[in-house]
């Protein structure tokens, strides 16, 4: 029976007539037989008992290849495991008495407590078993069932205990045992400082200087509803203070507030999920491990952005939704239902600085975004490092708003005499789509050496016509991780610049964004590492935009600004803190003719533009 098995996937095995000898490649094979025969009911059966034998007798520089499957000592056969018993200890600790406790039984699975109570309801718990008593016992269950109790709230350590059953030597029985957290609640506090420069006219710090403060707290609830829920209340609160000002010197002030809330296993109110599996948009097996596998996400905050004399952004936003990991290099987040209110006040300063723009004035206008079977949505991806050296990943996010409301609004303007344009207490529906990519591939060389490239693209387009990109969700260049010889939003959109500005509010951003990176890190000293870098990129606007060499043209490469610099990192296993001396080295725009800076005008920036960060800018 178990040879049939073995010929039954002949075809995936991974030794190929006319390959070269890998040992390598043969010790795969075993893991791959192994596996394979581990979820057929064969729990016993080990790498051990298979040997890879080569026969050079036939000449022709041929090997021919033979595996042996050996039997257990005294028997005539591998034997088929089936599960037993399986038990939960919902508050296990060591050298805990079991022998007086609180049971229940669900499906065939008794559960234990201690206590009076069961911490975690073994509803919730039976969703995180895979095991079924009287099946074959199988690998892939207790992986299964052993990667959803780790990843519980609530518990601290989860153990999974196997063994051979007194009265039946054919099953296997199960016990599971749970330590839960000594303290339900938890709390963090965090305290940020920093100081920048902004220079008013070319590289000469004469500008704002700036101290910014930033205080945060989170609360952590572990169980909140006693089904493994985690629980999270934050707030922070950050602001600038300009230094050079003594009337009024508080620049900026956030406040953000948020609630989270977890719950461990898929919920699907609305069956949307189970919609597309029905309509085959989603495969039985995609699905079936999304109802195992998936986590719901529910969150509610609110946002308040006050930039003095310039504008303040007011934001409420509640969102429902799933986070999803099939494999240990794969994730996917979805926001099925989300809501967004934004409400904008423009200052008469900030109108005085962009000229009155219409294009910007028309970003700003009050709106929300809504969706209501689709929202977001967060896909990543980690190629492991092969045996070459090389590694790579795969950011992808798509996000929509107001498709519903453009749809049915549409619908119902075909039997109306009129063509209102819905719309909530005064708040347009924003209506647009969004997509972002994000590659990135990493050579690693010997002695703590790698390079390291990105590209990064991104769009966004308005569903109708007469509507605009907001402003919150356009795409900018500059900063810590984008363009580090440039503040964020001081570049574009193209060509773009406005000399009157002289940077004392960046707020350039655009409809399309291409990005590059290259960097290449090397190690000092101790934990200290340097890098090399170059950064290229820009936005653009697709329409809407009043200077004709600030939207997106055939045009775009001789509008890419570009950036070289080095930097030096603080490596502390867990995160690493990071400075990096951008050089401005290619402007989009020309001065006097000329785009690429001069070795004079490289000079001329010193140190450059300092980015201060924690850890790798991508």
């Given at each position: ?8 996937i002949?075809?995936e ?60 000592d ?5 034997p ?15 050298k ?9 039984t669900?499906?065939h ?69 749970l330590t839960?957290?000594?303290n ?8 940020d ?57 508080f ?16 919920k699907?109110?609305l ?17 079936n ?18 930039f003095?004399?310039?504008?303040s ?9 799933y ?13 099925q239902?989300?809501?967004t ?7 008469p ?16 206008e ?12 967060n ?29 049915l ?6 039997f ?14 924003s ?63 193209g ?30 000293w ?37 950036a ?23 402007d ?10 001069s ?8 140190l ?8 790798y800018?991508?």
């Amino acid at each position: 029976m178990l040879l049939n098995h073995i010929q039954s996937i002949a075809r995936e095995s991974l030794i190929k007539a006319g390959d070269g000898l890998d040992a390598d490649k043969f010790e795969l094979e075993k893991g791959r037989l192994v596996n394979y025969l581990q979820n057929l009911g064969y729990a016993e059966f080990a790498a051990n008992y298979i040997t890879i034998k080569g026969d050079s007798t036939l000449g022709s520089f041929g090997v021919e290849i033979i595996i042996d499957v050996l039997l257990p000592d005294q028997k005539n056969e591998h034997p088929v495991y089936h599960t037993g018993k399986v038990t939960v200890y919902t508050d296990h600790y060591h050298k805990q008495d079991t022998s007086d406790m609180l049971t229940e039984t669900l499906n065939h699975i008794s559960y234990k407590s201690e206590q009076s109570y069961f911490m975690v309801d073994p509803k919730v718990l039976s969703k995180s078993i895979s095991f079924i008593p009287g099946e074959v016992t199988r690998r892939v269950d207790r992986l299964n069932t052993y990667n959803k109790m780790a990843s519980l709230g609530a518990y601290r350590f989860a153990e999974i205990i196997p063994r051979k059953n007194s009265l039946d030597s054919k099953l296997i029985d199960y016990d599971i045992q749970l330590t839960p957290h000594l303290n339900k609640w938890t709390m963090d506090n965090g305290f940020d400082v920093f100081n920048s420069t902004l220079a008013r006219s070319g590289n000469e710090i004469d500008g704002q200087k700036l101290l910014g403060l930033g205080f945060s707290t989170q609360l952590e609830n572990r169980n909140l509803l006693r089904g493994s829920e985690k629980y999270q209340v934050s707030a922070s609160v950050n602001t600038q203070i300009d230094l050079a000002q003594s009337l009024n010197p508080f620049r900026a002030f956030n406040v953000n507030f948020n609630n989270y809330l977890q719950f461990p296993t898929f919920k699907d109110p609305l069956k949307v999920v189970k919609a597309l599996n029905v309509i085959y948009l989603a495969s039985d097996k995609m699905y079936n491990n999304f109802e195992r596998d998936a986590v719901t996400n529910l969150s509610m905050g609110v946002n308040i952005i006050n930039f003095r004399d310039f504008y303040s952004i007011n934001t409420v936003n509640a969102s429902f939704g799933y986070r999803f990991t099939d494999k240990i290099s794969r994730s996917i987040i979805i926001d099925q239902i989300g809501i967004t209110f934004n409400n904008y006040s423009l200052k008469p300063l900030f109108l005085d600085i962009t000229n009155n723009n219409p294009f910007i004035v028309r970003n700003f206008e009050d709106n929300f975004f809504t969706g209501l079977f689709f929202r977001n949505l967060n896909y990543t991806f980690n190629f492991p490092r092969s045996s070459r050296g090389f590694a790579g990943a795969l950011y992808a996010n798509v996000e929509f708003s107001g498709l519903e409301a453009y749809v049915l609004n549409g619908i119902y303007n075909q039997f109306s005499d009129t063509d209102p344009e819905w719309s909530v207490g005064g708040y347009q529906f924003s209506k647009f789509g969004r997509l972002e990519l994000d590659g990135r591939v990493t050579r690693f060389f010997k002695g703590n050496r790698s390079l390291v490239g990105r590209i990064n693209f991104g769009i966004i387009s308005p569903l109708v016509k007469d509507q605009y990109s907001p402003y919150v969700k356009q795409f900018n260049v500059g900063g810590p991780n984008s363009l580090r010889a440039w503040a964020p939003r001081v570049l574009g959109p193209g060509e773009f610049f406005n000399p009157t500005n002289n940077n004392v509010l960046p707020y350039a951003q655009g409809d399309i964004k291409i990005e590059a990176n290259v960097e290449y890190r090397f190690k000092i000293w101790w934990i200290l590492q340097g890098a090399l870098f170059v950064d290229a990129g820009n936005i653009w606007a697709l329409s809407g935009f009043e200077v004709e060499k600030g939207k997106f043209s055939a045009d775009f490469l001789q509008q890419m600004a570009v950036a070289a610099g080095w930097g030096m990192r603080w490596d502390f296993n867990y995160f690493n803190i990071r400075f990096d001396f951008g050089y401005r080295m290619r402007d989009p725009y020309p001065t006097n003719g000329e785009r690429w800076y001069s070795l004079n005008r490289i000079r001329s920036q010193k140190l450059g533009n300092i980015q201060v960060a924690v850890n790798y800018p991508f």
